[in-house]
């Protein structure tokens, strides 16, 4: 086969014997690589390896991917198609074979190794086909129409290039179909008043994302712009993009109830209908999508939403009761079920345990992390261990003298915790501010 991951021994150097690369032309640090399986031309990908902190060697012959314990080795003149992810980060190596493989480099060097790629590619096979194509329901697409139904496949399931890294969970997620949030070049107004300048933020599939910062910085704005809850207000305006998978949420083609399909919405208070049951309250969303179901299917949501949304247990017996019967912390918990009815595939939370009790607080965040198994979170707190406990990276949103909000710094939230880079960050998350 002509793509495979091997082990070594340290004590030897794979690169010593015929592995050599002829002439190396370029080496990528903190690459990324992605193998998946092709079972059959029409079925899914199924996740073989992901590796992060890869080293990539290219030279006149070969493309060798190298970790601390793997190494993978492409010939280029066995590839048979290059396809490239949105904005280049992603290249795909197609060989023919059960095995379709992806590499990932940092963005400031995307356009250096496509372009190396292609031109050996070429040369070590001129008939071949190299695909640079936008991303297509957070795919990525073949170039031509008359693609094998292998290349589609491939196309079809890995991920859409991100535009930071991206930790293996959230490549992960992508496969299993959930999506990436990706934020571009975010500004907001009210009126004449700007409340966020040139915002970006990625946001993975597969993880919880924390806003954090003091109020007044722009984070529950932000928030709302991410479904198209801004546009709703009057005097407001926006700039910029919203990807959700590569597709911009506000591309004039795109209908306002796909973007609510898609990004659900838990809000600081609980908002069930107060007189509707509990059942109902669950279906509501759902209803509104003009879906048809039989009872049993009507069933059978009520009874996975209240599950998912760790709620199941304690009013199974009480259906029919209305939601407003509850108490503040289970009313919140119907919301995200009511949410989850029409399966989005990312939940934006805004400060959902401000108005808890700390017992119901910390239920909400067991069915966060949970839930982020299935669904890509994203939630604003002013709490900070909260984010602390449930969050995978955090961005610290600041507004100072009167300028816009801006976001100071993004990364993991292990980091953003004990390693900040910006002293702001050091003294919001110890409570110097805010």
């Known amino acids: 086969m002509t793509f495979e991951p091997r082990s ?15 002439v190396a032309l370029a080496m990528f640090e903190r690459a990324a690589v992605v193998v998946a399986r092709r079972d059959s031309p029409v079925t899914a990908l199924s ?17 060798i991917a190298r970790s601390a314990a793997h190494e993978w080795v492409w010939r280029l003149a066995d590839v048979r198609e290059v396809i490239h992810g949105d904005n280049g980060a992603w290249t795909l190596l197609l060989t023919g ?51 094998t139904a292998a290349t589609a496949t491939a196309a079809a399931t890995l991920p859409a290039s991100p535009s930071t890294p991206v930790p293996p969970a959230a490549r992960t997620a992508a496969l299993n179909g ?46 709302r712009i991410l479904n198209r809850m ?61 879906r048809k179901a039989s009872t049993s299917e009507k069933d059978s949501v009520v009874e996975e939403c209240l599950r998912r949304g760790g709620l199941w247990n304690e009013v199974k017996d009480r259906l029919l009761q209305p939601g407003g019967g509850l108490s503040g912390g289970q009313q919140q918990r119907l919301c995200i079920a009511r949410a989850l009815a029409i399966r989005p595939r990312v939940l934006l939370m805004d400060e959902p345990c401000s108005a808890l009790d ?16 299935d669904v890509t979170i994203v939630i604003v707190t002013h709490n900070m261990q909260q984010a602390a406990r449930v969050s995978d990276q955090c961005a610290f ?17 292990e980091a953003m915790f004990n390693r900040p880079r910006d002293p702001r960050t050091n003294d919001y998350v110890n409570g110097r501010f805010g």
């Open 8 to 22: 070594f021994d340290d004590s030897t150097d794979p690169l010593a014997s015929s592995w050599m690369p002829e």
């Open 178 to 223: 959930q999506a990436d949030l990706d934020a571009r070049e975010i500004s907001a107004w009210f009126g004449s008043h700007q409340v966020l300048d040139r915002v970006s933020l990625y946001m993975p599939a597969g993880q919880v994302t924390a806003l954090i910062g003091p109020s007044g910085c722009g984070k529950s704005t932000f928030l």
């Open 97 to 147: 074979d059960t095995t379709v493989s992806g590499v990932w480099v940092r963005p400031e060097r995307a356009t250096e190794f496509r372009s190396l790629v292609d031109g050996l590619v070429r040369a070590a096979r001129p008939a071949v086909a190299v695909a640079p194509a936008p991303a297509v329901n957070g795919v990525v697409p073949p170039a031509a129409a008359e693609a």
């Open 230 to 290: 801004h546009e709703m207000i009057p005097s407001a305006r926006m700039a910029g993009e919203v990807l959700v998978d590569g597709h911009d949420v506000y591309d004039r083609s795109r209908r306002l109830v796909d973007a609510r399909r898609e990004i659900g919405m838990v809000f600081q208070k609980p908002n069930p209908f107060p007189a509707m049951s509990i059942y109902d309250n669950v279906l509501a969303s759902y209803r509104l999508t003009g």
């Open 358 to 373: 700390p017992t119901s607080t910390r239920r909400i965040e067991e069915t966060i992390l949970q839930l982020v198994a």
């Open 47 to 63: 996740l073989v390896d992901e590796v992060d902190s890869a080293s990539v060697t290219v030279s006149d012959q070969r493309i």
């Open 397 to 413: 949103f600041l507004a100072e003298q009167g300028t816009p909000g801006l976001i100071v710094e993004h990364g993991p939230t």
